[in-house]
């Protein structure tokens, strides 16, 4: 059963690491959008497809981003709901050998 318990922690680990990248993708893309629209601005120019469906493809993929962030948090807090004591200690562990590169 202890192999079982490793794998859900690691499935556990990755889903977590997806998360964080996918949270550090929504910053770059708000950031990108921000500096977007500061040289629309300055160029005097209007997002083409913004204008014709009220959404800029940054806004579509802010969006998505924010979804897929949301259903990670979710499958994450379910996935928590299900573990032991012992198994969350073994998920702090595993989170911090996978930041530390190991």
């Not at 499935?11 to 921000?34: N, V, W």
């Not at 990670?72 to 590169?101: C, P, V």
Request: without cysteine; charged residues 30%.
């Amino acid at each position: 059963m202890q192999g079982a318990a490793d794998q859900r922690v690691r499935i556990l680990a990755e889903t977590t690491q997806a998360r964080e990248k996918a949270e550090s993708l929504l910053a770059g893309l708000l950031d990108a959008r921000t500096a977007s629209e500061r040289r629309l601005a300055s160029l005097s120019q209007s997002d083409l497809l913004k204008q014709v469906t009220g959404r800029s493809s940054m806004d579509n993929a802010i969006e998505s981003t924010r979804r897929i962030i949301d259903s990670l948090g979710r499958t994450i807090e379910q996935f928590k709901r299900d573990l032991s004591a012992e198994d969350l200690a073994l998920l702090d562990e595993a989170m911090a050998s996978m930041r530390n590169g190991g």
